[in-house]
T-cell receptor, first 113, second 116 residues
């Protein structure tokens, strides 16, 4: 079945890079996503990567995909206090008949001064 | 702001009561999703609509849950005979399908349900 796993917590110093990791099980996933959730808010799409790519960069965000190991990571450069949030990895199945996106449990990123 | 809106933001109810939540998606989006999120977990898929058709329901959606999207615009999620285990954040999301299978979901802020 489909499963997405992430570590629960990450603490980094302000100005350092944050790397959030995720593993997934569905080898037919076509798109993989990173969503951000701030307290009391819904999820906000940060970035996504198509499964035939291995890297995508978008300003301070870098997504790396290792399809062989089914491993996805999100790197946030120059982490700021505003980056404090829960980050969810998600996958979209490869079949079109059911488009539900499967989410991990989220990684809570906290920033130390 | 023309994002996804959900109403109410918070709902406190007694066990056994019925509750109904509303979601207004982004107006040009044809797909609408309901997810449930409990503390410390990611959103779990409940059901989704394409236009007014309900295309898939999760086995998490017991007989006490029903969702509608009568005119392919707003949607309602009703929970009958609420139980304490129904306490969660209910999230609505919408997306627009095209030639790509890339489902970029836009989420509302959710309805936080507390069943006493």
């Amino acid at each position: 079945g489909e499963d997405v796993e992430q570590s629960l917590f990450l603490s980094v110093r302000e100005g350092d890079s944050s790397v959030i990791n995720c593993t997934y099980t569905d080898s037919s996933s076509t798109y993989l996503y990173w969503y951000k959730q701030e307290p009391g808010a819904g999820l906000q799409l940060l970035t996504y990567i198509f499964s035939n790519m291995d890297m995508k960069q978008d300003q301070r965000l870098t997504v790396l995909l290792n399809k062989k190991d089914k491993h996805l990571s999100l790197r946030i450069a120059d982490t700021q206090t505003g980056d404090s949030a829960i980050y969810f990895c998600a996958e979209s199945p490869g079949y079109s008949s059911a488009s539900k996106i499967i989410f991990g449990s989220g990684t809570r990123l906290s920033i130390r001064p | 702001d023309t994002g996804v809106s959900q109403d109410p933001r918070h709902k406190i109810t007694k066990r056994g009561q019925n509750v109904t939540f509303r979601c207004d998606p982004i107006s040009e989006h044809n797909r609408l999703y309901w997810y449930r999120q409990t503390l410390g977990q990611g959103p779990e898929f409940l059901t989704y609509f394409q236009n007014e058709a309900q295309l898939e329901k999760s086995r998490l959606l017991s007989d006490r849950f029903s969702a509608e999207r009568p005119k392919g615009s707003f949607s309602t999620l009703e929970i009958q005979r609420t139980e304490q285990g129904d306490s969660a954040m209910y999230l609505c999301a919408s997306s627009s399908t095209g030639a790509s299978t890339n489902e970029k979901l836009f989420f509302g802020s959710g309805t936080q349900l507390s069943v006493l």
